[in-house]
């Protein structure tokens, strides 16, 4: 049985068609080069139905995504947010995942994508705590990978790029195979970059570190949102390199992303962290309330279906 919970209608190129007929040829460039680039983004229940969670930043993400690789969208940002926004009300649901992609399609092989056509798809589906439902009570296990995060000359790491994530699912599944929930990369420097999915936060000395974008992040919306609910709460946060002997020193680490939200960490490579901490507790609390539109202050972020 497939986990992904199918609704009823997916978004390609202008339509909603069904989605069992949501189907691309097997000669699609992308498929065969990686060169594709896509969002997570969350629709959450809120007192006036579903809204998207900072939606106009995801979809400008997606852009610059697409501009890293010299793609260009055939839609609009403008365009883009109608489309995800309708895609969500067709689904009846009151929150899901959103998934946007835009893809080099068939008609062309070989590698240069320029020649290429460029088709955008969103498809939305109910998703659960990505790290599992405890993650923020007992927190998750980390492993610092042996697979280095790829520098900013190899594979673009700003880039939410489809090809990008083979680093992350080679990752994933030697942490989870060693046992543990999710694994931490290191760049090719040997200092923290991210998880494969989420962005890391360690609080040290009365205060929270997450590394930059330059370290090899992907620019979490989430961890901006953990910085601005930080800072609103006087937590004091900086965004700075940090090196693997932080984390096993660490007062609290916490990871977030959007389909993993804010995560506590319980370990990284089996030295205990304690869990969930004060830090994690008070931003993940108002993290979620913010996401259902039930923080005033961050009423912008929400941005309703209809
Ligand atoms: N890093 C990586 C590699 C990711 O895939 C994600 C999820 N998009 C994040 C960080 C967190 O980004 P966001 O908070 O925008 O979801």
Redesign the pocket.
């Given at each position: 049985m497939p986990s992904v919970q199918p609704t009823p209608k997916i978004w390609m190129n202008g339509e909603l068609v069904d989605w069992e007929n949501a189907k691309i040829h097997i000669l699609t460039h992308t498929l065969h080069y990686g060169m594709g680039v896509f969002?997570?983004i969350r629709a959450y229940e809120t007192a006036d139905g579903p809204a998207i969670f900072r939606l106009t930043d995801?979809i400008v993400?997606l852009q610059n995504s697409a501009r890293i690789l010299m793609m260009d969208l055939p839609y609009s940002v403008d365009e883009i947010i109608q489309a995800c926004k309708d895609t969500v009300a067709s689904t009846g649901l009151s929150a899901c995942y959103v998934r946007p992609i835009a893809y080099l399609g068939y008609g062309e092989m070989g590698l240069n994508p320029l020649p290429c056509k460029v088709d955008v798809a969103i498809a939305c589906w109910p998703w659960g705590a990505y790290l599992g439902d405890d993650a923020l009570t007992k927190g998750v296990r980390m492993k610092i990978s042996s697979w280095t995060r790829h520098d900013h000359n190899t594979m673009p790491?700003a880039a939410?790029t489809t090809g990008?994530?083979v680093n992350?699912s080679l990752a994933k599944v030697e942490a989870l195979k060693a046992g543990y929930d999710e694994a931490i990369m290191l760049n090719p420097a040997g200092l923290i970059a991210?998880?494969?999915?989420?962005?890391l936060f360690v609080s040290r000395n009365g205060k929270l570190i997450t590394p930059p974008l330059a370290a090899g992040?992907?620019?979490?919306?989430?961890?901006?949102?953990v910085m601005t609910i930080a800072d609103d709460l006087g937590i004091a946060c900086v965004v700075d390199d940090l090196a693997r002997s932080d984390l096993y020193i660490a007062d609290e680490i916490f990871c977030?992303?959007?389909?993993a939200e804010v995560s506590a960490v319980n370990s990284v490579d089996d030295r205990p962290v304690t869990c969930p901490g004060p830090f994690t507790k008070a931003i993940a609390d108002v993290y979620s309330r913010a996401v259902r539109g039930q923080e005033d202050r961050y009423k912008t972020w929400v941005e309703h279906v209809r």
């Open positions: 969002e997570g995801h993400r790491p939410k990008n994530y992350s991210e998880c494969t999915g989420e962005n992040a992907l620019e979490g919306i989430t961890q901006h949102s977030c992303g959007t389909a």
